[in-house]
């Protein structure tokens, strides 16, 4: 097992009193580019900023290739962050900008190095005709890829990124989002990437991190969270939609979920003996079948919304246990108001425990 990059160890910080991070431990891998998802508020510019020793922290400790940084002057701790905020000086053009970090006391280099330096820069962000302008006078897209050129320019040890690309519309995010994969991989940097952005998360991420009032709720491949979630709030958090959720009754070796026609055989789930009662059933959209209403076995619902995105079509469905929402399988068509029915594939979803919404389901295969 390779020694993790940058290590975060029981992390804590509050403001006036009330907890940001309440023990946040996490291992970014070297080369990799990490994901810290979760919603406003989590947590994750608090984490960053103590990761770039921005703020004082209450306890934990930061490693960075093996050494603890934590008490280290933010200038000497070889990392570059990318704020969303662009935090450019008006005063000077786009070179100096980005010139400026290699000019600092702590970065002093030659002119010379500076300027093949900064034009390699700017050419990988594509802003090399940019270089003499002011920076008050560029757009959005513009000002954020000087920001990331700035950052980029030092060649640090690793990139914090804070929102880097929320600013930004749709087409320019993507668009910048495939370049930071790009320079990724032609510098083989590793990189913390927060963002409340589920889809920009898993397309730029290898790994990722669940965060939410303070806490990692989980961390790994989008492949392993979705296989396992650890808990209902990542199923909250991630998918598109997001998990459904039901509330369920396991007896017997039989979960009847409350509303719902359909009994499901609890064999499958991988629950530990003495297993009953009340729980939350999460199921991810894609294992739910919408169909005809009568179909046998299945449970009597309707569409409560249509939500047609052009290249997919997403659906409310209510049924008398609650509501979930679910892309619509090709060729399938719903309109507002209709009756349908849907059935949950066997097997298919997690039980969550219904009061600390830790997963009780699939423990013995964990355990074998
Ligand atoms: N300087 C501060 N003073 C007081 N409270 C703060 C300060 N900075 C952050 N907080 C609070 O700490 C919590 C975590 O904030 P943080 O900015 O780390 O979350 P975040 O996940 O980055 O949110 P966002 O996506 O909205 O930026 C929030 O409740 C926030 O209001």
Known sequence: MTEPFLKLRGLKKSYRGKPALRGIDLEVRPNEIFGLLGPTGAGKSSTIQATGG????????????????????????????????????????????????????????????????????????????????????????????????????????????????????????????????????????????????????????????????????????????????????????????????????????EIRIRGCEQILPAEGYGLPAGVSGAHRLGVWPEDIAIVAPGNAGASPASVYAVDNRGYECAVQIEFGGGVFRKVLEDGQVMQQGMNCAFRVGSAAGFLFDMKSGARVSHQQEEMA
């Open 54 to 253: 921005l703020i004082d922290l209450e306890a934990g400790q930061v490693q960075l290739q093996g050494r603890d940084i934590t008490d280290l002057d933010p200038a000497c701790r070889d990392l570059s962050i990318v704020f969303e905020g662009f935090n450019l000086l008006p005063v000077l053009n786009v070179y100096d900008n980005i010139a400026f970090a290699l000019r600092s006391p702590t970065y002093r280099e030659e002119e010379g190095e500076i300027r093949q330096r900064v034009q390699h820069t700017a050419e990988l962000l594509r802003i090399s005709q940019h270089l003499d302008r002011d920076v008050a006078t560029l757009s959005g897209g513009e000002k954020q890829r000087v920001a990331i050129a700035r950052a980029l320019v030092r060649q640090p040890a690793m990139f914090l990124l804070d929102e880097p690309l929320s600013a930004l519309d749709l087409k320019l995010r993507e668009g910048l989002r495939s370049e930071l994969r790009h320079i990724h991989r032609e510098q083989s940097s590793t990189m913390l990437y927060a963002t409340h952005d589920y889809h920009g998360a898993i397309s730029i991420a290898d790994r990722i991190g669940i965060i939410h009032d303070g806490r990692i709720h989980q961390s790994g491949t989008i492949e392993e969270i979705f296989a396992r979630p650890a808990n209902a709030l990542v199923g909250e958090l991630i998918g598109s939609p997001a998990m459904a959720f039901f509330d369920a009754d396991v007896n017997g070796g």
